[in-house]
């Protein structure tokens, strides 16, 4: 299945404010964006987006991304995103696919790192082999990440901080608000209401 049939079939544009699917040309020029948006859905995760090839690839992260080299964080594969997602926050009607509220938690670029034989490996064919080296360079998380398909884990990901870190830093737990607007989860449900 097409991404644009999977994340439409899921979607009615009626009444979800989210942006309908196309695929199109990143807005960050040669660099590639990344996005993790904090859900309040039925449980609280977080999204993790990677323009890829015109859409935002994506995963839910359970517990969201950690710092620490040592925690290897769970990332779900779901269906591809709009680029244009990555600049929704908002709320979605609770009778809604993914019903809850949205904030754009943190937003930047991120550059590929792997390399194989001297040749550096396309995103797509990283995505294909399950296997992306890249350094995010957002508000709240930075530095050098891998996310690999895992074996025996039913086509599950691991999201995992590699190199140094400060292993204090735990902006999961710490930043509670928006990068673009500000606002914390409550804020944003409030404005709608
Ligand atoms: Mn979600």
Request: proline letters at 6%.
């Amino acid at each position: 299945m097409s991404s644009e049939s999977t994340y439409g079939k899921e979607r009615n544009f009626d009444k979800t404010p989210e942006p309908e699917f196309h695929t199109q040309k990143s807005p960050a020029g040669d660099e590639s964006l990344f996005v993790i948006q904090k859900h309040d859905a039925q449980q609280l995760h977080f999204d993790f987006r990677l323009e890829i090839d015109g859409v935002l690839k994506s995963w839910v992260l359970p517990k969201g991304p950690s710092m620490d080299p040592a925690q290897k964080r769970l990332a779900i594969p779901v269906e591809d995103h709009p680029i244009d997602y990555a600049g929704f926050e908002g709320v979605i009607p609770e009778d809604q696919y993914g019903g809850g509220t949205v904030m754009i938690w943190d937003r930047g670029s991120f550059q590929n790192n792997r390399i194989e034989n001297n040749q550096p490996v396309s995103l797509k064919q990283c995505y294909e082999d399950g296997k992306i080296e890249i350094s995010l360079n957002g508000d709240k998380i930075s530095g050098d990440f891998t996310l690999v398909k895992a074996k025996n884990m039913d086509n599950n990901w691991l999201l995992i901080k590699k190199g140094t870190t400060d292993a204090n830093y735990d902006p999961v737990s710490t930043e509670n608000r928006s990068v673009v607007t500000g606002r914390t989860l409550k804020e944003i449900e409030n404005s709608v209401k």
